[in-house]
């Protein structure tokens, strides 16, 4: 009896310990399917949020790109124009950085299927440096099996680098040789420079000028940028660098300004730039008047003026009796009085109209515009004529369209509300008419005058930067040296190259010579 009792007892306890161990295990399962539940509820949170956020993204870059497209046909200042651009590209670009990384690679099917395109990449330019650094595995045997590792060739990454502005000192030396017999001393003379015993070489007086004229940097931010990289250079001198560089150029203007007058037609337009008034610390509204040429190789020419009076454009262009392509500012009107030719730019009449469509969605509005791009759609196919054929073909085609759009706007204006936006457009394209048609008689006539408001819209960032032109000297100098830059970049010259050059030359040029240094096509 004992024995069997003492079996039974044992066999409860044994019983009891597994069931206890079964239901620790049944625990833990339970454990392990809660934790495993609780995982898949987060991987499904951290999805669903995921998503969530990849849609807010790819929301937001639609909003962006659509803003982005929008705002260009918006007016805009220049500067804020180049300020939006850039801010809209960052966020752009940041947005889908994040849009990427949220993505996993080929989360699908049809990710697979529709692989993401890379941007294509400009190559890098094959005349630049390069510096190479290997990357050796840091041993010659196999990880694996410790075989010889055999180089089967390179996986080639390069990346655009670049160091600070670096200095360097250019030392000329000029060996002197005695002739014992006759005492006669050889010695190739010292190259005159266009600033006798300063410091500066050309490539610096160059980087100074660009920087100022081209990049809108004024003098202070050159200053630091040069301490920067150990060079103190005082503003003062970068100043006085300037001076004596714009009178050294100031012939190859003139040169520019007596080829410009001999064309048959240019284009002129007047920008505002501030001036400040000696001993009073105020800033009087001056102009800078800038007059391009209307055919063949791009010429720009700057001319600093202190007011708006007309009498500065009569000044520049003396007895000039070609063609003037200008807006409807009366300070041209004296001299169509006295015998030059007035046109009329079809942009500006153009403008008119877009604005009225943009402000109240005038279907007469937006019928001229048509019927303008017409004149333009003829011009295109007529840019690459000779003067004759391309007269001839606008006789042909614009003359008729011309016809067309006259007698379209003579029958409407009498149905437009007296002071409407389009009855305004209507009367300015009428009165402007003679000059707007003119283009039509000559081949070598411009249709419009944005050639002028190109050359022209870097000044109103520029005027940002320089604040105001010092004197009416600083200003003359301002224009000398812009006239100069602007002409070497609309004829395809890398500026500081091409000034670099020429203030190389400039000391040893004969008067006779100097269209040689002229930024135009067909000189050194």
Not at 91 to 106: G, K, N, S, T, Y
Not at 150 to 155: E, S, W
Not at 363 to 384: D, S
């Amino acid at each position: 009896m004992d024995y069997a009792h003492s079996t039974a007892d044992m066999d409860v306890q044994t019983l009891r310990v597994l069931v206890d161990q079964q239901m620790q295990l049944i625990a833990e399962r339970d454990l392990q399917i809660a934790q495993q539940m609780a995982l898949i509820t987060h991987h499904e949170r951290t999805i669903t949020e995921r998503e969530a956020r990849i849609s807010v993204l790819a929301a937001e870059i639609a909003r962006l790109r659509h803003a982005q497209f929008a705002a260009r046909s918006e007016k805009m200042d220049p500067a804020q124009r180049a300020l939006f651009e850039e801010t809209m590209a960052a966020d752009i670009a940041a947005v889908e950085a994040e849009l990427e990384a949220l993505q996993p690679p080929a989360a699908d099917e049809h990710a697979k299927d529709h692989p993401r395109q890379a941007p294509k990449r400009r190559p890098l330019p094959e005349d630049l440096e390069r510096v190479e650094t290997r990357h050796e595995p840091s041993t010659c045997t196999c990880g694996q099996c410790g075989g010889e590792l055999v180089h089967l060739g390179d996986h080639v990454s390069e990346k655009l680098s670049c160091k600070p502005l670096q200095f360097f000192v250019r030392r000329d030396v000029y060996p002197q040789y005695a002739c014992r017999g006759c005492e006669t001393i050889t010695a190739v003379p010292v190259a005159p420079t266009v600033i006798d015993r300063g410091i500066a070489a050309p490539d610096l007086l160059a980087q100074v000028l660009v920087a100022k004229y081209v990049d809108h940097l004024p003098l202070y931010r050159q200053e630091a940028i040069y301490a920067r990289s150990g060079i103190a250079i005082p503003r003062s001198t970068l100043a006085e660098w300037i001076g004596a560089c714009g009178v050294a150029l100031q012939p190859l203007v003139d040169r520019m300004r007596d080829a410009l007058l001999q064309l048959p037609a240019l284009h002129a337009d007047e920008t505002p730039v501030g001036m400040l008034e000696p001993g009073t610390g105020k800033t009087h509204r001056s102009y800078l008047f800038a007059y391009r040429s209307g055919i063949g190789p791009p010429i720009t020419v700057f001319d600093f003026c202190t007011s708006r009076s007309g009498q500065h454009a009569r000044r520049f262009l003396g007895d000039y009796r070609g063609a003037l392509m200008v807006d409807d500012y009366v300070g041209y009107k004296a001299m169509f009085a006295a015998g030059m030719t007035e046109l009329g730019c079809w942009a500006h009449a153009r403008r008119k109209f877009v604005d009225q469509h943009k402000a109240s969605g005038s279907p007469i509005a937006r019928e001229a515009i048509k019927r303008i791009a017409v004149l333009y759609r003829i011009e295109a196919e007529a840019k690459a004529m000779t003067i004759d054929d391309r007269h001839a073909y606008r006789q042909k085609h614009a003359v008729p369209a011309l016809q067309a759009i006259k007698a379209w706007l003579d029958d409407l204006r009498p149905q437009a509300a007296g002071n409407s936006g389009t009855a305004n457009a209507i009367d300015y394209t009428l009165r402007r008419w003679p000059a707007l048609a003119r283009y039509a008689d000559d081949g070598a006539y411009p249709i419009d005058n944005n050639p002028i408001e190109n050359a022209i819209r870097p000044i109103a960032l520029g005027r940002k930067n320089w604040l105001f032109a010092g004197s009416e000297t600083a200003g003359n100098r301002a224009a000398a040296i812009m006239s100069l830059l602007a002409t070497a970049k609309a004829n395809g010259h890398e500026p500081q190259a091409w000034l670099t050059d020429v203030l190389t030359r400039l000391p040893t040029t004969k008067d006779r010579d100097i269209d040689t240094l002229l930024p135009l096509p067909n000189t050194p």
